[in-house]
């Protein structure tokens, strides 16, 4: 989601509040809290699940590792479930030409320094680079290449662009920043 103008270019960074981790999260909440339900079951010798017999299983070692793998996928489920409600990893990029500057802002984990935000000047940026490693796992993310200060990705490593989506995403920022394109 973006909104430009003919010197204003802002671009919306979704986080983590995206469908999948939704998914993900309920799905390692409600696993995790069978395997934990069928440890315990089998510990007190009575059925907490209905759909599970647990006198078929022992307590000792099943029943333990059951309730190790039950509490280990509740804090897993935690974790996902605290940066929902956080949104980490939100934001919003902020190119403004009538200015000359750069505004880079992200939400992190809570704490000391919960909001990530970078300030560049315009003339500072070197270019726009296309980073892609395809295979199993396909990578394909936008850098902005500072003068001697490194890259700042502008999109998440788990963005799912095509490559014609990516080059074109970069040419009309390229053009807009009046810098070149670099592709590794």
Not at 90 to 112: L, N, Q
Not at 128 to 156: D, F, H, N, Q, W
């Amino acid at each position: 989601m973006s909104w430009r103008s003919e010197h204003i270019w802002i671009e919306l960074i979704a986080g983590s509040r995206k469908t999948s981790n939704f998914c993900w999260a309920f799905i390692l909440f409600f696993g995790s809290l069978g395997f934990l339900l069928v440890g315990i079951s089998s510990y007190l010798g009575r059925n907490l699940i209905s759909l599970f017999p647990s006198q078929q299983i022992l307590f000792f070692p099943q029943g333990i590792v059951m309730s190790f793998y039950g509490i280990a996928g509740l804090f897993i489920s935690s974790y996902l479930w605290c940066t929902i409600s956080w949104n980490v990893g939100s934001g919003y990029d902020r190119f403004d030409r009538k200015e000359g500057i750069v505004r880079i802002f992200r939400w992190g984990f809570p704490g000391k320094n919960r909001r990530i935000f970078l300030r560049f000047l315009m003339k500072e940026i070197q270019s726009i680079r296309i980073e892609v490693k395809e295979g199993i796992y396909a990578r394909r993310v936008l850098y902005m290449e500072i003068k001697g200060r490194g890259s700042v990705p502008l999109t998440r490593t788990d963005e799912n662009l095509t490559p014609r989506e990516m080059e074109q995403k970069a040419a009309e920022l390229a053009y807009f920043l009046r810098v070149p394109i670099e592709v590794f």
